[in-house]
């Protein structure tokens, strides 16, 4: 049987020029991330495809082609074996922000990323120290504002006391927050919260 490297030395016309991504589920049939939504280069799901690690549950109309053999590059894949989440979630600037929902823990707006900054409720020059516990998302002028105060000298509480999320609830706030993209055929495996308002 060849491996998924020999397919996909030609794909036909209909699949040049587009990515054709596979939505990866776990074998719970939930995706292994929300946020960033977990997906493969469609190379690595053919690979996985023949390497026997994922059930196809949906496929684009794009075919891949080896001398031998073709298929239609999937679009929906699922783990066979089951993946256990991290219980405790890796401490980065971007899980500070999804833990408090691109909100300001100040004022309390919305914001990209890109807008956000990564604020010490302690400052550093009090002694605070660079954990979930004393960090919190910010936007750049109550940032400015708040500076090297603690909160009750400038009277600035964060909305939320800051402290370590699980995986679960880094997840769960993922689901908010949908990519702008979803193919048709990932849309029974998702739940995204703006989804189930509607």
Known sequence: MPDGGQLGGEIGHYASGRSFPALVLNADFRPLSYFPLSIWSWQDAVKA????RVSVLNEYEAEVHSPRLTMRL??????????????????TRFNVFLRDRFECQYCGEDR???????DHVIPRSRGGRTTWENVVAACGPCNLRKG???????????RQVPR?????ELQENGRAFPPNHLHESWRDYLYWDSELES
């Open 49 to 52: 495809v023949f390497l026997d």
């Open 148 to 158: 090297s105060h603690l909160p009750r000298e400038c009277r600035m509480h964060p």
């Open 74 to 91: 999937p679009s929906v894949i699922a783990l066979k074996e089951y993946i256990p989440a991290a219980r405790r979630p890796a401490f």
């Open 164 to 168: 370590q999320p699980t995986s679960w």
């Open 112 to 118: 990209p990323a890109p807008d956000l900054t990564f």
